[in-house]
């Protein structure tokens, strides 16, 4: 085993293929920075490329390039608000509000040493554990799978922070719209309202642009300032050290976040859209003094970025042991394998070791490098932020757009992005937390699909697996542990509580809950005429919602009206009202103006788009928005929106071969359609 | 070079030249122009193989040599993307889709609105058997073993293979396994047949297991309990499932089904593209899947190559949609639509 793992790395240390390594480094860098693109853009375009190379060298170009976009999505996180892969979104929580307070070379120093330490933890468990993949994963069976969702699950009640009816409610919506599309068990689309979209289940990508984002832009586009200016200029090489030890001081959190990374990396459907909040979760439940979470603590940060970068390792578990991909990407790297004539399965572990462990060779290189030249550039990253609102804002929606869009390449994915970002605007602003929509989000179709088979193959003997019973107990305990606390408080200001009840208030998140309400009766309704077995699932969310809702409603309108330093504490992992309470100088009725108009904004890009065309809509509407809402000069507008449009061309059309959906104008001149495959 | 070699590119030559001085006007259209390849799912499935390897190989094969662009239009089990073909593409021949097998059944199984007999039809690259197969440490053995013996056998989703056929041996057979679905797909079935959660799976296609699990016949880990197909697999050691039935109405609802057997990786032109265009894709679909260099490339894939003509589509499909009502009917419910 050990010549193995000694030969393997001889064979990565050649120096072309350290070549091609850092080549798709650089690729996987720069994808990883475009929200929306990731790995799976970069497999899909660099897999031809490999068909003349030898299987090492291919793999470390496409691992290479695969396992560092997770290493760079992290820097629009910070400096945006914005999530370069659905794997980032945690990331925000923490690592935005560190930028706005002058934080941000603290926070790329953290985030890259938490990164790498991650990766290479995942490299190396990969590496350790090849004698005992195949029976460690034959021991995860269904039963096993469905109790690793119930754990995912579990941390909503954790990721509510002090709101923790807002955030089951908002838990059971994403499981609502997990149920969306094809039902697997009988074939009933549910929810689809006759489009072939919604077919399929809503896209993660656009769903997490839009709830994450957009809100973020929005609010740019309110405060008109991106990231304080003044703390930039202070972006030296020293607070970045700063970021370092505090990430080496955190050493602990970053092995439990990595091993939590890994292994949940290794079970197939949790992605990383999850595994970033389960971390959080973590962080959150098992360390001390966490009211600064969500503030900006370093170590939200720190956590998020070692569990995400571990992943890789533990995905790369089963593709490589059973050839079961354990996400998309890993789908895509299968295709690859089989090209280059390795059938993944018992083979890999015994006669294809080398190739085997120079993977693991890869993933530790691949990560270093990726550190290393982040590290070093985040000074020129940091002068992104440094551009005007009037031309940050409308490039980086422009760029969410088109990620969304690469969700599922349909008009769909362009409303998704809008939709959700308008809603998780509403949801930052009111104090209600996102993540819970996520995790529902992502889970809730595993939940139902081994819900079934494990009922069907085990029945209630499933609770006596060893691994089962672990897990549930786990879960449970942490679910139980915020329950009582918060019985406890309850039970201790009794007096408190019942002061000042008496006439119903009607305030925004009043109205909000009863609108989120009515939308879930209306889905229960129309769910009445399922076969039973599609409806079964769908309807208890929808019951659950019903019921978390109308606490969250009775609660928020009999409430007592708290201070706003009391309100702050209580909303804990969200937020930060830049509506409500303006920066200095600034009024609220502007605010709200400003808010608005950003949204019709968006809706008019959006209709732009459906008439003109994607591309050319979008173009059409950075001009716009840029120089008629932001005020730049015509030519200033002119010049980003032309930059844009071509390097949009470039990329999605030429380089991508990206399907452009159909437009009205097209549908209009079916010539133009036929001559420019734009529209 | 050898003299061979050189007569061939003296050949090669000399036809291009009296191409360009013919002034084809199909060659002319395609010279310099884009001929894109709409794939009916996402990179890195069979259907995506094979669309990329045709990709590869087809553009010199093809009058005016355009160039060859592989585009993934993924939705609905590819349902989008043979709507799109039908409703949206241009008809100059400038595009060519692919999707899966069973998609022409739809409009007549769901009534999805397009027509599939008026696709300009290239044909398919390659026939495939769809298995039924159980893990060799599993006591379901045989066919009669599948019948009776309460077999837990693996499921997807409705409609998709591993259900559609466990529903007609249901169905139409009559047999009492038990049909366990909801696995996100083959990768995850495979795996619950090593645990010993399921005893196997129906919907196997040959050429997946082939070139993905070719050890499972090699180190015989499998039974195959039956194959499916539309004929032309006599290297499949296993009983013919058509020749299990007796009932003439039976036996042509499930040949209704299986005839899509005979167009596995199907490849077709919108409706409306000129005969002269549709004439020059069809030989060039057809000249490259006979090329060496594309054999050679199929073969190291492990991708089965067995060309059907878009002549033989257009017949099957016109055989189909001439079925009587009731025949459709059953169809229709040995699938469990």
Known sequence: MLDAAWSALLLIMDPMRLAIMLGGVVLGLALGVIPGLGGIVGLALLIPATYHMDAPSAFALLLGMASVTTVSDFIPAVLFGVPGTVGAAATVLDGYPMAQKGQAARAFGAGYTASLAGGVFGALLLGLAIPVLRPLVLYLGSAELLAFCLFGLSMVAVLSGKAPLRGLFVACLGLMLSMIGSDPETGTLRWTFDTLYLWDHLPLVPVTLGLFAVPELAEMAVRRSSVTRADLAGLSRSSQWDGVRDALRSWRLILRCSALGALLGAVPGIGSAVIDWIAYGHALQTEKNTEGFGHGDVRGVIAAESSNNAKEGGHLVPTIAFGVPAGASMALLLSAFLLHGFTPGPDMLTKHLDITYSIVWTLTLSHIMGALICLCASGLFARFALIRVGLLVPAVLAIVMLGGFDGSQSWGDIYAVAGFGALGFVMKQLGWPRPPLILGLVLGAMFERYLFITQELFGWSALARPVVAVVLAGSLWVILRPVLAATRRILANRALLLQGRGRPRLTLSVGFAAALLAVVAAGLVLSLDWPSHAAIVPQAAGFAALLFGTGTLLTEAFARKRSPAELAGEIGLAIRHVVDTPASGMDQVLGHARAWRFFAWLLAGVLLMCALGLLPGLVLAVLLISWLEFGERPIVALALAAGLGLAFFLLFDRLFNLPWPEAWIGDVWPWLRDATRLV | ?337
């Open chain 2, 1 to 337: 070079m050898t003299a061979k070699r050189l007569l061939a590119s003296a050949a090669l030559a000399l036809g291009l030249a009296a191409t360009a001085a013919k002034a084809d006007p199909v060659s002319d259209f395609y010279a310099g122009k884009n001929l894109t390849i709409v794939i009916g799912y996402s990179v890195g499935g069979g259907y995506d193989l094979y669309a990329r390897l045709l990709a590869r190989f087809m553009g010199p094969n093809m009058a005016g040599a355009p160039t060859m662009i592989p585009q993934n239009m993924p939705g609905a089990g590819s349902l989008k993307s043979a709507m799109y073909l039908a409703q949206v593409a241009p008809k100059d021949g400038t595009v060519v889709a692919t999707f899966g097998r069973s998609i022409v059944l739809e409009p007549l199984f769901s009534g999805a609105k397009f027509d599939p007999r008026k696709f300009s039809w290239l044909g398919s690259i390659t026939k495939d058997s769809s298995l039924c197969v159980s893990w060799a440490a599993s006591p379901i053995k045989t066919w009669d073993d599948l019948m009776t013996k309460g077999a837990r056998m693996g499921g997807q989703a409705a409609g998709s293979d591993p259900d559609v056929y466990a529903q007609i041996l249901k169905t139409l057979f009559g047999s009492n396994l038990k049909l366990v679905t909801g696995y996100p797909g083959n990768n995850e079935m495979a795996l619950a047949l090593e645990r010993g959660e399921l005893d196997g799976f129906c919907g196997l296609s040959w050429s997946s297991l082939q070139s993905r699990h070719r050890d499972w016949i090699t180190d015989h880990k499998i039974n195959i309990l039956v194959k499916a197909s539309a004929g032309g697999d006599d290297e499949i050691q296993a009983p013919q499932m058509i020749d299990k039935l007796t009932d003439p109405q039976k036996k042509a609802a499930l040949g209704l089904i299986l005839s899509t057997q005979a167009m596995a990786r199907p490849y077709a032109a919108p409706p409306g593209v000129s005969a002269e265009r549709l004439a020059a894709l069809r030989a060039a679909f057809r000249k490259t899947i006979d090329s060496p260099e594309f054999r050679a490339e199929a073969d190291k894939l492990g991708l089965d190559v067995a060309p059907v003509s878009g002549e033989e589509v257009e017949k099957r499909l016109a055989e189909i949609y001439a079925q009587p009502p009731e025949v459709v009917a059953l169809a229709k419910q040995a699938v469990g639509q």
